[in-house]
């Protein structure tokens, strides 16, 4: 079992900068990717960046350039430092974690870029 568990979200005018933490606990091991998904409003959750155990990456089109995702040795702690913030960007963040069977999800942390 995995468990996930966001934090770093909050208010930030537009071109500002926050960093998401992800602290995982449980069977680690049985991670192979994790990553940062967001939900806006009245839309579906979509991905925004996730990483490998070998440290490939992949972005949304929409934040290329202004996040960067990274993690630990352990993959136990997995980060997104997000800068240039835009209104658009405003959404709940969640963390999640693929595991060889099953997926994993935190509660989500809400991030709120004011115009």
């Known amino acids: 079992q995995v468990q996930l568990v966001e934090s770093g979200g909050g208010l930030v005018q537009a071109g500002g900068s926050l960093r998401l933490s992800c602290a995982t606990s449980g069977n680690i091991f049985s991670v192979r990717v994790k990553g940062w998904y967001r939900q806006a409003p009245g839309k579906q959750r979509e991905l925004v960046a996730i990483?490998?155990?070998?440290?490939?990456?992949n972005y949304a089109d929409s934040v290329k350039g202004r996040f960067t995702i990274s993690r630990d040795n352990a993959m136990r702690t997995v980060y997104l430092q997000m800068n240039s913030l835009k209104p658009e960007d405003t959404a709940v963040y969640y963390c999640?974690?693929?595991?060889?069977?099953?997926?994993?999800w935190g509660q989500g942390t809400q991030v709120t870029v004011s115009s």
């Open positions: 999640y974690a693929q595991g060889v069977v099953v997926n994993y």
């Open positions: 990483i490998t155990r070998d440290g490939s990456t």
